[in-house]
């Protein structure tokens, strides 16, 4: 079974920059879209970000222009970058696979990310 591990998170500043990472245990990273979710408290799990197994890429209109994902499939690993932060974007920030617009393995711990002054 995939076992997802994220990290990066942190606490910044508005206007800050992040940078998280995703490594998935396993050799079928690389076939699979990938997704960045957030859930901030008392929130649902949102996806904020998508990239295809060809790299195509997609974003939640709320992180368009500030937000960039990327993977590499040699080191199996996910990324996302986040500039621009917001004290909105405050949430505990997850990756996983995304098959027809859901989640496809095991969740992670998660990386929290507090963007505050």
């Known amino acids: 079974q995939v076992q997802l591990v994220e990290s990066g998170g942190g606490l910044v500043q508005p206007g800050g920059s992040l940078r998280l990472s995703c490594a998935a245990s396993?050799?079928?990273?690389?076939?699979?879209?990938m997704g960045w979710y957030r859930q901030a408290p008392g929130n649902q799990r949102e996806l904020v970000a998508t990239?295809?197994?060809?790299?195509?890429?997609n974003y939640a209109d709320s992180v368009k222009g500030r937000f960039t994902i990327s993977r590499d499939n040699a080191k199996n690993t996910l990324y996302l970058q986040m500039n621009s932060l917001k004290p909105e974007d405050t949430a505990v920030y997850y990756c996983?696979?995304?098959?027809?617009?859901?989640?496809?393995?095991?969740w992670g711990q998660g990386t929290q990310v507090t963007v505050s002054s």
């Open positions: 396993g050799n079928i990273f690389s076939i699979y879209a």
């Open positions: 996983n696979a995304v098959v027809r617009m859901t989640a496809a393995w095991p």
């Open positions: 990239i295809t197994s060809g790299r195509s890429t």
